[in-house]
């Protein structure tokens, strides 16, 4: 029996917080930053956290073996 592989791109995209939770950096962070407000990039500073069913397929994927 092969062994389960944690999903590469995953991996790169989410990280799994003490809690048990799927973090994620947000998107609308890399250019054309001028024409976004100021309140609307400090929010973007901030990881998001992942819910729900979405959630459970990321851990999923991050965690083959368990």
Do not use: E, F, N
Not at 37 to 61: E, F, H, M, S, Y
């Amino acid at each position: 029996m092969p062994k389960q592989k944690t999903h590469k791109g995953m991996k790169k995209r989410y990280k799994i917080t003490a809690t048990g939770k799927a973090k994620h950096r947000k998107t609308d962070r890399g250019h054309l930053k001028s024409g976004k407000t100021p309140k609307r990039k400090r929010q973007l500073r901030q990881d998001a956290v992942v819910g729900g069913v979405r959630a459970a397929t990321i851990l999923a994927g991050l965690r083959p073996g368990l």
